[in-house]
T-cell receptor
Framework: QKEVEQNSGPLSVPEGAIASLNCTYSDRVSQSFFWYRQYSGKSPELIMSIYSNGDKEDGRFTAQLNKASQYVSLLIRDSQPSDSATYLCAVISGSARQLTFGSGTQLTVLP | DTAVSQTPKYLVTQMGNDKSIKCEQNLGHDTMYWYKQDSKKFLKIMFSYNNKELIINETVPNRFSPKSPDKAHLNLHINSLELGDSAVYFC???????????FGPGTRLTVL
């Protein structure tokens, strides 16, 4: 079982819609959870971090964490073509103290 | 600008050569990292280092070695380069082990 799993996509949504990205992780003692956005040929850019159960909102982005279900998600409201990128879920486990990435979900927002 | 920077941006070299990639951060962070992103875009930790401890991913060949002259710098030295080392290498930094990591622009290494 992969430590961090994401649907690889591609995921396509029309402009203005809500994009929903999902991620599950295997280590129950994971402590820190992040979403990164990576444009083609560029470096990963941190867009959200979440450390406790519940929702965290920042502008058009909402991260949701459910530690009991070992699940973290990212919602992008009012999606824009500029949101088209690969979104990487990343988790720091309590034991390994290392950031483990999922394989990424490629999102395309259609104008 | 406060950031994580890497040099060079591109590195093309022959098999068997030794090369280094430099990384610097001016964010005041205490922990730095090296990641490898392969052709399938999978991003994997290679090393994490603070002034007290080096954590090495067990899958990393010992041809790879991090060198840190001070807290703001973590260079990556690679001996006897192989074709399979071709990838994009990212440096990152954070304040503490469990906090947000910020990435440099990457170094695209091509081994011929």
């Amino acid at each position: 079982q992969k430590e961090v799993e994401q649907n690889s996509g591609p995921l396509s949504v029309p402009e203005g819609a809500i994009a929903s990205l999902n991620c599950t992780y295997s280590d129950r003692v994971s402590q820190s959870f992040f979403w990164y956005r990576q444009y083609s040929g560029k470096s990963p850019e941190l867009i959200m971090s979440i450390y406790s159960n519940g929702d965290k909102e920042d502008g058009r982005f909402t991260a949701q964490l459910n530690k009991a279900s070992q699940y973290v998600s990212l919602l992008i409201r009012d999606s824009q073509p500029s949101d088209s990128a690969t979104y990487l879920c990343a988790v720091i486990s309590g034991s390994a103290r290392q950031l483990t990435f999922g394989s990424g979900t490629q999102l395309t927002v259609l104008p | 600008d406060t950031a994580v920077s890497q040099t060079p941006k591109y590195l093309v070299t022959q098999m068997g050569n030794d090369k280094s990639i430099k990384c610097e951060q001016n964010l005041g962070h205490d922990t730095m990292y090296w990641y490898k992103q392969d052709s399938k875009k999978f991003l994997k930790i290679m090393f994490s280092y603070n002034n007290k401890e080096l954590i090495i991913n067990e899958t990393v060949p010992n041809r790879f070695s991090p060198k840190s002259p001070d807290k703001a710098h973590l260079n990556l030295h690679i001996n006897s380069l192989e074709l399979g080392d071709s990838a994009v290498y990212f440096c990152a930094s954070s304040l503490g082990d469990y906090n947000e990591q910020f990435f440099g622009p990457g170094t695209r290494l091509t081994v011929l």
